[in-house]
């Protein structure tokens, strides 16, 4: 089959969330060693691994046609890409990622303009300056190469400028927030003329719908029970759902089977009551796809 899209992989800590989603969608991506071009069980697409950070360069440019990388990296380098769709998850916490400004805890600094002259360290080097000088703040903006939060211990900086979704690092280095710069998150961009082909249109939007899909069902379970028929009414009341549940008569019975989907976060709290209420033969089963 004819090659249509060539698609980027983010490297490095997006990698196996990434590759997770989209087996979950269902496409199959085997990454080998050291290849930067990972096998996917589609023939129609080649796979090619590249760091979030470089992703929106190389998608601009038309090396790849699309591809999943951070607004960040976007806005880090002011790509002009066509943004498909948002790709909320995390790795850590259901909290958006966010680009904050940091300093140490006995720092005097507590307001961005309390910055003035001061060396901020960062892997976010050209968003950080542009944000300072919108301000008409001037700072000294040094690249950082990673382990951002030692630069204020060590002295080589003032403040720092790095993303966190828990603040437990920062906090684990004696850091304190001044200033959320941006919040943060997965996106599939694609490269504008790559979009403009019928053909790779229709695959990327392919990959976004499901891509959404599974990201959608991550946060629901399907729900299936035995109710009796005098306990229909106060069971199907207790079911949060994405519509009505599913109720069906067993064969030769008073009995039916009630079936739901529900947002996983509740399921624990839900489960206990069903069964108070008569409930019976609970089944809780996971999902791939919510379209």
Not at 166 to 184: G, K
Not at 214 to 222: C, I, T
Request: charged share 25%; net charge negative.
């Amino acid at each position: 089959m004819e090659k249509i899209l060539k698609l980027g992989i983010p490297k490095g800590s997006l990698q196996n969330a990434t590759i997770n989603l989209f087996r979950r969608s269902g496409w199959k991506i085997d990454v080998e060693g050291r290849s930067y071009f990972p096998d996917i069980d589609d023939d129609s697409i080649e796979c090619a691994l590249c760091r979030a950070q470089e992703m929106s360069i190389n998608v601009e440019s038309g090396v790849i046609d699309a591809g999943l990388t951070g607004l960040d990296w976007v806005a880090e380098h002011e790509s002009d890409v066509h943004v498909v769709t948002d790709l909320i998850y995390s790795k850590v916490s259901a909290r958006p990622a966010r680009w904050v400004i940091a300093v140490a805890n006995d720092s005097p600094v507590k307001t961005l303009e309390d910055l003035e002259g001061k060396t901020i360290s960062t892997e976010l080097v050209q968003f950080t300056k542009r944000f300072f000088a919108a301000r008409n703040i001037d700072v000294n903006v040094k690249f950082s190469w990673g382990a951002t939060e030692a630069k204020i211990v060590s002295g080589l900086a003032d403040a720092i400028v790095e993303i966190t979704e828990t603040e437990s690092t920062i906090r684990a280095h004696n850091l304190r927030v001044i200033h959320v710069v941006m919040e943060t998150n997965t996106q599939l961009i694609a490269n504008k003329k790559a979009w403009e082909n019928p053909k790779k249109r229709e695959k990327i939007e392919q990959i976004a719908m499901l891509l959404q899909s599974a990201l959608v069902a991550a946060r629901l379970v399907g729900i299936k029970m035995n109710v009796p028929e005098n306990k229909i009414a106060k069971i199907v009341s207790l079911l949060p759902s994405l519509n009505g549940p599913t109720i069906a008569p067993l064969y030769q019975s008073d009995w039916f089977s009630v079936e739901s989907i529900i947002d996983i976060s509740v399921v624990r709290d839900l489960i206990p009551r069903l069964l108070k209420e008569g409930a019976e033969g609970i089944i809780e089963y996971s999902l791939n796809k919510v379209l």
